[in-house]
C-alpha cells in the first residue's frame, strides 16, 4: 500500500479577500437589493453601507431578506476591513436565521483573513452543514483553514475537491501548484 505525504510549496497562503465573499440574494425592497448588488460587486463606499442600513431601518423586510441584508452589509464593511462591524452584521443575521451558511462562512472568513485557521474551521464547517449556494468556495476556505493549521493532507484533499466542483475557477488550482505529492 502507497502513502501520501503532502509538502506545501511555499509558506501559507493568504486568503484573498475578493475571492472570499458570497453575497445573499434578497428580494424584499429596492434597498435590500442595492445593497446585495453592491456586497456583490465588493462596493466598499459608505454610501453602500448606508442604503443597506436604510434597507433595514425602513423596508418590512420578511426574516431571511434581513437576514441576508445583514449578510450583504457584513460583506461590505469587511471590504472595507472593519471586521468586528462586520461581524457583528453576521451575528444580527445569525440572530434571525441560525442556518444561513453565507454568516457562518463570513465569519469564518475573517478568521482566515487574521490567520486564525483553527478558529476559522468550526466556523466554516457549519456554514458547510447549511447547503451553501457555493460549496466549492466553503470546502476550499476550509482547506485554507487546513493549510493554516499545518494540516496539509486535510487543505490538500479541500483543495482538490473545490478544484473539482468548480474545474474553471482558477484560485484552488493555483493553490494545489503549491503542493507535491510524495509516494512512499
Known amino acids: 500500500m502507497r502513502s501520501l505525504t ?7 497562503l493568504a486568503l484573498p479577500l475578493s475571492a472570499a465573499r458570497s453575497a445573499v440574494i434578497t428580494v424584499g425592497g429596492p434597498l435590500s437589493r442595492l445593497c446585495y448588488e453592491a456586497a456583490l460587486a465588493h ?3 459608505q454610501s453602500a453601507i448606508d442604503g ?6 425602513e423596508e418590512a423586510l420578511l426574516g431571511t431578506d434581513r437576514a441576508g441584508t445583514y449578510v450583504n452589509r457584513g460583506i461590505i464593511k469587511m471590504n472595507r476591513g472593519d471586521d468586528a ?3 457583528a452584521d453576521f451575528n444580527a443575521a445569525l440572530a434571525l436565521q441560525r442556518d444561513l451558511a453565507d454568516a457562518w462562512l463570513n465569519k469564518g472568513f475573517i478568521k482566515l483573513r487574521r490567520g486564525e485557521g483553527r478558529e476559522a474551521l468550526p466556523l466554516l464547517e457549519e456554514g458547510l452543514r447549511h447547503n451553501p449556494d457555493r460549496r466549492a468556495l466553503a470546502i476550499f476556505a476550509r482547506g485554507v483553514a487546513y493549510e493554516e493549521m499545518g494540516e496539509f493532507d486535510s487543505a490538500y484533499a479541500d483543495l482538490k475537491r473545490a478544484h473539482e466542483i468548480e474545474p474553471g475557477w482558477a484560485l484552488p ?3 494545489l501548484a503549491h503542493y507535491k505529492v510524495v509516494g512512499r
Open 43 to 45: 462596493d466598499d463606499r
Open 52 to 57: 443597506c442600513t436604510r434597507s433595514l431601518d
Open 85 to 87: 462591524e462586520a461581524d
Open 173 to 175: 488550482s493555483k493553490y
Open 6 to 12: 503532502l509538502a506545501a510549496g511555499v509558506a501559507l
